[in-house]
């Protein structure tokens, strides 16, 4: 329109032309205002020309490769470990539980080990302690169903305690509620904190749903 430059109903035509295309309505009147114009684009948005005005053109650059996503440990299992998360993936959807969760709480507590049995008698592959297998009605702890069926039955619930926080859960797993709610947070046990770490390297989050059924009162110590 002349303002700063010299007036070129040619080339305003043309760009005109352009944002009427691109549904403009504004752009569609001004061009019915110049429809006795031969449209005529600027050099610089002339195809062939864009190199002359602007240099030669940027060498394409590839896309970098995806990272590939380190395989998780529990997607290849030899069979008799393959035995064990089976039966975990068939009965942890009961109990609202990842199954990666509580095979990361196996590999840690018994490595697959049906018949693991610690110094301070804790059980079978989720090595439960009589306390807590009575709690959740296992007879036989040394059975890998009724000690699966417990060890999802207390991740059930202290995931909800803890609302959500797998890292406080694991803490209280290997050292109780009341470790946990005594110090408000993993305890400063050298073997719970390596234990936390082990579980979380293997779970790779810190955040897992819970049942709002078995949720801590608001409030309770422990809770971060």
Request: charged share 25%; with cysteine.
């Amino acid at each position: 329109m002349g303002r700063g430059i010299a007036r070129d109903d040619a080339r305003a035509a043309a760009l005109f032309d352009l944002a009427a295309q691109s549904g403009h309505a504004q752009a569609q009147g001004m061009l019915a205002l110049l429809k006795s114009q031969v449209p005529e684009l600027p050099d610089c948005l002339k195809p062939g020309l864009e190199a002359m005005a602007w240099g030669p053109p940027e060498p394409p650059v590839a896309d970098a490769p995806a990272p590939e996503l380190e395989p998780h440990p529990f997607d290849s299992l030899p069979h008799w470990k393959q035995q064990v998360a089976d039966l975990v993936h068939k009965h942890a959807p009961r109990f609202g539980v990842d199954p990666r969760l509580a095979l990361s709480v196996i590999a840690v507590e018994s490595n697959f080990d049906t018949r693991a049995h610690s110094h301070k008698d804790a059980r079978g592959l989720m090595q439960l302690i009589p306390e807590t297998a009575e709690r959740f009605d296992v007879k036989d702890a040394f059975d890998p169903l009724q000690n699966v069926r417990g060890g999802l039955a207390y991740l059930r619930f202290l995931l909800a305690y803890y609302r959500a926080d797998v890292v406080l859960a694991a803490a209280a797993y290997n050292a109780g509620e009341k470790a946990v709610d005594r110090y408000g947070g993993i305890p400063p046990y050298a073997e719970t904190q390596a234990y936390v770490r082990k579980v979380l390297s293997l779970y790779r989050s810190e955040r897992h749903p819970y049942d709002v059924r078995f949720a801590a009162p608001a409030g309770k110590p422990g809770l971060r």
